[in-house]
């Protein structure tokens, strides 16, 4: 089963090398703790489909709003891959 | 050939757009005309006949506006680093001592730290810091993003906030000449965006000047395996009966793919293209430029600014010159004046006249010439007005008009800031064409990358295209 918390943090930390993702609270929106905006969710969901082969549709990236939110959308589209 | 995406043009935009597609392992193809990338912001070699060698020329690149400190965050160039993963050091940029506007009898001093322009504005205009602050809200909160923001026009926005024309007409100097493709006013919307990004953000440059630039984008669309071929111009781009375009035909071959961004300008697009009902209108707007190489740098007591906007009347002229240049106002640029060059050895000076591209093409090759020596001889007069006890003697010159920038850019007419009529959101006329770049009305190095970024986020991966 993949970590996939650990593979969104990996992510985030490729895309925004400069971010603390040491202490992400997993119920806080991302972009509260981060300085994250649109065009990083756009990456966050293009290294998904480029490493991993997930794909998320576009009206579901809101679902990628929390880590905890993250984890219970993508896991099941891991769990297929 | 088959491909995923086409970009016409490695300038800034393009060759940014490239990197966004190859990093998501789309095939993408970009196509330049010229021999070497950075379109407008581009560079030279001259052959220095005093010591043998070749001296290299920055075009385009006075300063990088946008500037921030490292790890400062939300900041289109903070964005920039992010999307091109890209780190701050790599562009070494040294920040700008402090620039300034110069009218008769008054001067505006402007910095990386914003307070100062306040604080200048305070002093020499202290009925009006009120309502310069009531617009600096107004600026802050516009968002010049939204791709859907029709025109208006600046100076009448100005005159609801600022009672005092003088100035009015220095805050809109530097503004309008580093990016305004209209006559005498700008798109408020273009007017937030270099606002932001002249006075809240400021100057820097990078160290080794816009090659810097260049060589970080190129090493990042090797690295990628992006297909970049130089010399190859594209001659027609190709649409079928249903208005989509298709390919492109460059050096007699037909290329293919889905998307194509252009870059080269929206005019010179619809050039390659099917005939179309409105024709986007060419710019007026056109510059020269001296650059000189001086045996020694201006000291810092005679001259500490690192770009001065020169204006020698209250009212600031901004269209073409009435007779091939107008030296009544320039901008000068200081290159040696950012912080952290080396204070010794050869200095440079490039002063920047507005001039009228139509008067400029009916020169013969020896009225050109000699044209362009008057133009020399003015920069140079101003340059001694400006900083008279500069003793210090011109090793080397050289001129560029109207012409070299239509020469070498391909831009109609010479322009620099391209079209009066953008394309926001950079669609055309046809399906799967878009306009990336100037002509979709993000300005200055930071803005094109960001206008290549986003067109190809938009409609190379998250494919709105198929919409």
């Given at each position: 089963?993949?970590?996939?918390?650990?593979?969104?943090?990996?992510?985030?930390?490729?895309?925004?090398?400069?971010e603390?993702v040491?202490?992400?609270?997993?119920?806080?929106?991302?972009?509260?703790?981060?300085?994250?905006d649109?065009?990083?969710?756009?990456?966050i969901?293009?290294?998904?489909?480029?490493?991993h082969?997930?794909?998320?549709?576009?009206?579901?990236?809101?679902?990628?709003?929390?880590l905890?939110?993250c984890?219970?959308?993508?896991?099941?589209?891991?769990?297929?891959? | 050939?088959?491909?995923?995406?086409?970009?016409?043009?490695?300038?800034?935009?393009?060759?940014?757009?490239?990197?966004?597609?190859?990093?998501?392992?789309?095939?993408?193809?970009?196509?330049?005309?010229?021999?070497i990338?950075?379109?407008?912001?581009?560079?030279?070699?001259?052959?220095?006949?005093?010591?043998?060698?070749v001296?290299?020329?920055?075009?385009?690149?006075?300063?990088?506006?946008?500037?921030?400190?490292?790890?400062?965050k939300?900041?289109?160039?903070?964005?920039?680093?992010?999307?091109?993963?890209?780190?701050?050091d790599?562009?070494?940029?040294?920040?700008?001592?402090?620039?300034?506007?110069?009218?008769?009898g008054?001067?505006?001093?402007?910095?990386?730290?914003?307070?100062?322009?306040?604080?200048?504005?305070s002093?020499?205009?202290?009925?009006?810091?009120?309502?310069?602050?009531?617009?600096?809200?107004?600026?802050?909160?516009?968002?010049?993003?939204?791709?859907?923001?029709?025109?208006?026009?600046?100076?009448?926005?100005?005159?609801?906030?600022?009672?005092?024309?003088?100035?009015i007409?220095?805050?809109?100097?530097?503004?309008?000449?580093y990016?305004?493709?209209?006559?005498?006013?700008?798109?408020?919307?273009?007017?937030?965006?270099?606002?932001?990004?002249?006075?809240?953000?400021g100057?820097?440059r990078p160290?080794?000047?816009?090659?810097?630039?260049?060589?970080?984008?190129?090493?990042?669309i090797n690295?990628?395996?992006?297909?970049?071929?130089?010399?190859?111009?594209?001659?027609?781009?190709?649409?079928?009966?249903?208005?989509?375009?298709?390919?492109?035909?460059?050096?007699?071959?037909?290329?293919?793919?889905p998307?194509?961004?252009?870059?080269?300008?929206?005019?010179?697009?619809?050039?390659?293209?099917?005939?179309?009902?409105?024709?986007?209108?060419?710019?007026?707007?056109?510059?020269?430029?001296?650059i000189?190489?001086?045996?020694?740098?201006?000291?810092?007591?005679?001259?500490?600014?690192?770009?001065i906007?020169?204006?020698?009347?209250?009212?600031?002229?901004?269209?073409?010159?009435?007779h091939?240049?107008?030296?009544?106002?320039?901008?000068?640029?200081?290159?040696?004046?950012?912080?952290?060059?080396?204070?010794?050895?050869?200095?440079t000076?490039?002063?920047?006249?507005?001039?009228?591209?139509?008067?400029?093409?009916?020169?013969?090759?020896?009225?050109y010439?000699?044209?362009?020596?008057k133009?020399?001889?003015?920069?140079?007069e101003?340059?001694?007005?400006?900083?008279?006890a500069?003793?210090?003697?011109?090793?080397?010159?050289?001129?560029?008009?109207?012409?070299?920038?239509?020469?070498?850019?391909?831009?109609?007419?010479?322009?620099?800031?391209?079209s009066?009529?953008?394309?926001?959101?950079?669609r055309t006329?046809?399906?799967?064409l878009y306009?990336?770049?100037t002509?979709q009305?993000f300005?200055?190095?930071?803005?094109?990358?960001?206008?290549?970024?986003?067109?190809?986020?938009l409609?190379?991966?998250?494919?709105?295209?198929?919409?």
């Amino acid at each position: 089963m993949a970590d996939v918390r650990q593979i969104v943090i990996d992510i985030i930390s490729d895309i925004a090398p400069d971010e603390d993702v040491s202490n992400l609270d997993d119920a806080k929106s991302l972009r509260e703790q981060l300085d994250l905006d649109s065009m990083d969710f756009l990456d966050i969901v293009m290294e998904l489909r480029k490493r991993h082969k997930v794909e998320v549709p576009q009206e579901d990236y809101p679902k990628l709003a929390t880590l905890a939110s993250c984890v219970s959308y993508l896991s099941p589209k891991f769990a297929t891959v | 050939m088959k491909y995923d995406a086409i970009v016409i043009g490695a300038g800034m935009s393009g060759l940014a757009a490239g990197i966004r597609l190859a990093m998501f392992d789309k095939k993408v193809l970009i196509l330049e005309k010229h021999s070497i990338p950075g379109g407008l912001n581009s560079y030279y070699q001259r052959r220095n006949f005093d010591k043998g060698g070749v001296r290299q020329f920055d075009v385009g690149l006075h300063a990088l506006t946008n500037f921030i400190k490292k790890g400062e965050k939300g900041k289109p160039f903070s964005k920039l680093l992010k999307q091109l993963r890209l780190s701050y050091d790599d562009f070494k940029l040294c920040p700008q001592t402090h620039s300034k506007i110069l009218f008769p009898g008054v001067e505006l001093k402007f910095s990386n730290e914003f307070e100062l322009l306040l604080s200048e504005i305070s002093e020499k205009f202290p009925g009006e810091i009120d309502h310069f602050l009531k617009l600096t809200e107004k600026v802050r909160s516009f968002n010049e993003l939204d791709l859907s923001i029709t025109y208006s026009s600046s100076r009448a926005v100005l005159k609801e906030f600022i009672k005092d024309e003088l100035l009015i007409e220095m805050i809109l100097c530097p503004l309008l000449i580093y990016g305004s493709a209209w006559e005498d006013d700008m798109d408020f919307a273009q007017f937030v965006i270099m606002f932001k990004s002249l006075y809240f953000e400021g100057f820097g440059r990078p160290e080794g000047g816009v090659r810097t630039i260049l060589s970080l984008l190129m090493k990042k669309i090797n690295d990628l395996n992006a297909d970049i071929r130089f010399k190859t111009a594209v001659s027609k781009i190709l649409v079928n009966d249903s208005g989509e375009a298709f390919g492109v035909i460059a050096n007699g071959e037909e290329f293919y793919a889905p998307v194509i961004l252009s870059s080269i300008g929206y005019p010179e697009t619809v050039r390659l293209t099917p005939e179309v009902a409105s024709t986007p209108r060419i710019g007026a707007m056109t510059f020269m430029e001296s650059i000189f190489i001086l045996d020694k740098k201006i000291p810092l007591h005679q001259n500490d600014s690192t770009i001065i906007f020169y204006n020698n009347s209250n009212k600031y002229a901004y269209r073409p010159a009435d007779h091939f240049f107008d030296s009544s106002s320039a901008v000068i640029c200081f290159p040696d004046n950012y912080e952290s060059q080396n204070k010794e050895g050869e200095g440079t000076v490039r002063i920047t006249f507005m001039a009228n591209y139509s008067q400029w093409r009916e020169l013969d090759k020896s009225s050109y010439e000699s044209m362009k020596n008057k133009v020399g001889e003015s920069s140079l007069e101003l340059m001694k007005k400006l900083i008279p006890a500069f003793d210090g003697k011109v090793l080397f010159q050289d001129i560029f008009s109207p012409m070299t920038i239509e020469r070498y850019t391909w831009h109609l007419s010479g322009t620099v800031y391209g079209s009066i009529d953008k394309t926001r959101d950079g669609r055309t006329p046809f399906k799967n064409l878009y306009i990336i770049g100037t002509d979709q009305g993000f300005l200055g190095i930071v803005g094109s990358m960001l206008s290549g970024i986003s067109m190809a986020n938009l409609h190379g991966l998250m494919g709105a295209n198929e919409i």
